[in-house]
């Protein structure tokens, strides 16, 4: 088992349940981590057997930048979600989604998620 981690990901998305707050998108930091059955990448050395990092990349900002959401916890599902529909490789994943400025005092607020998926086995 593979170990990735996609760390700092900043993607414009609209969230909120205020008016204001839906009026235009907005930064949400990302922190991904997935569990993944691709350990022949660590023998080949070759992209085939990986998962390509920038293709998660750029499918998450993709989803975001299009969707709008209400709440962290169902944009963390959501990317979640469609994280471990990309590749059947992917044991598990955890997302954490940081809405900066939510509070008055803090940076940010997040919320995290563990979803498990299908492991194909070879």
């Known amino acids: 088992m593979i170990i990735m981690r996609i760390k700092d990901l900043e993607v414009a998305t609209i969230l909120g349940v205020y008016d204001w707050e839906r ?10 981590e997935l569990y993944v059955s691709c350990d022949n990448a660590g023998k080949s050395d070759e992209l085939k057997d990986a998962v390509d990092y920038a293709v998660l990349e750029q499918k998450v900002v993709e989803h ?5 959401y209400n709440l962290l916890e169902k ?16 044991a598990k994943v955890i997302v954490e989604a940081d809405k900066i400025g939510a509070l ?7 919320v995290s998620a563990e ?4 492991v194909a086995v070879k």
């Open 23 to 32: 009026a235009e998108k907005r930064p949400v930091l990302l922190n991904i």
């Open 64 to 68: 975001l930048s299009s969707s709008s």
């Open 75 to 90: 944009l963390v599902y959501s990317v979640g979600e469609l994280l471990l529909s990309l590749d059947k490789r992917i």
């Open 104 to 110: 008055k005092q803090a940076r940010s607020v997040s």
């Open 115 to 118: 979803l498990v998926g299908y």
